[in-house]
Nanobody, 121 residues
Framework: QVQLVESGGGLVQPGGSMSLSCAAS????????MGWYRQAPGNQREWVAM???????????SVEGRFTASRDIADHIGKRTVYLQMNSLKPEDTAAYYC???????????WGQGTQVTVSS
């Protein structure tokens, strides 16, 4: 059973930085895409960053140049961890951030529980 467990989040001042992490276990392989979404109150969930199956990373225009997503693979314990480094944070980045994972070649996808990021002075 796939599990995604996020950590990080909290309160940060505008212009500050914050890092999120997401540990995936239970069936996510190196070729499966993983990424981050966010949802602000009253808004639809939107994608933020995507680590693609074939390699490479894509970012939403709103975070391009400020956010960096990366992946760490620890095959010996069957865990994949993705990170989201967020710099130059703005109040409009305030949202619940969700980790996402797909399974290549299927319609299966999985979500983390979400972690709140609040950018405020």
């Amino acid at each position: 059973q796939v599990q995604l467990v996020e950590s990080g989040g909290g309160l940060v001042q505008p212009g500050g930085s914050m890092s999120l992490s997401c540990a995936a276990s239970g069936g996510i392989s190196n070729s499966d895409p993983m990424g981050w979404y966010r949802q602000a109150p009253g808004n639809q969930r939107e994608w933020v960053a995507m680590l693609l199956s074939g390699g490479g990373t894509k970012y939403a225009d709103s975070v391009e140049g400020r956010f960096t997503a990366s992946r760490d693979i620890a095959d010996h314990i069957g865990k994949r961890t993705v990170y989201l480094q967020m710099n130059s944070l703005k109040p409009e980045d305030t949202a619940a951030y969700y980790c996402w994972a797909g399974q290549y070649g299927t319609n299966n996808d999985f979500w983390g529980q979400g972690t709140q990021v609040t950018v405020s002075s």
